[in-house]
Nanobody
């Protein structure tokens, strides 16, 4: 069983920045595929960014150049640095883990992730 705990959400003005954190339990964090997804009211949960066990990162076109995913293996933590935030980035952000690792073409498939955090609210005001 892997537990994921997100933090760092909040209210920010458009153009501002936030950094989300996701602390994971488990002894083999370095082998996990980790992803960030978000869900706005009335919309489906969508892929934001992911990092594979080898460190390769991926991001959705809508956030490319603004959001960066990274991880600190000794701390069992993955981060999402969000810059130049827009009102349309407002959503609940979820951290997800795939224990057996994940392939590049799979990173956006939320059904493939084994564990999910409780989510953290990000609100961007105009």
């Amino acid at each position: 069983q892997v537990q994921l705990v997100e933090s760092g959400g909040g209210l920010v003005q458009a153009g501002g920045s936030l950094r989300l954190s996701c602390a994971a339990s488990g002894r083999t964090f370095s082998s996990y595929g980790m992803g960030w997804f978000r869900q706005a009211p009335g919309k489906e949960r969508e892929f934001v960014a992911a990092i594979r066990s080898g460190g390769t990162t991926y991001s959705a076109d809508s956030v490319k150049g603004r959001f960066t995913i990274s991880r600190d293996i000794p701390k069992n933590t993955v981060y999402l640095q969000m810059n130049s935030l827009k009102p349309e980035d407002t959503a609940v952000y979820y951290c997800a883990a795939r224990v057996g690792g994940i392939l590049g073409f799979e990173v956006a498939a939320r059904r493939l992730y084994d564990y999910w955090g409780q989510g953290t609210q990000v609100t961007v005001s105009s």
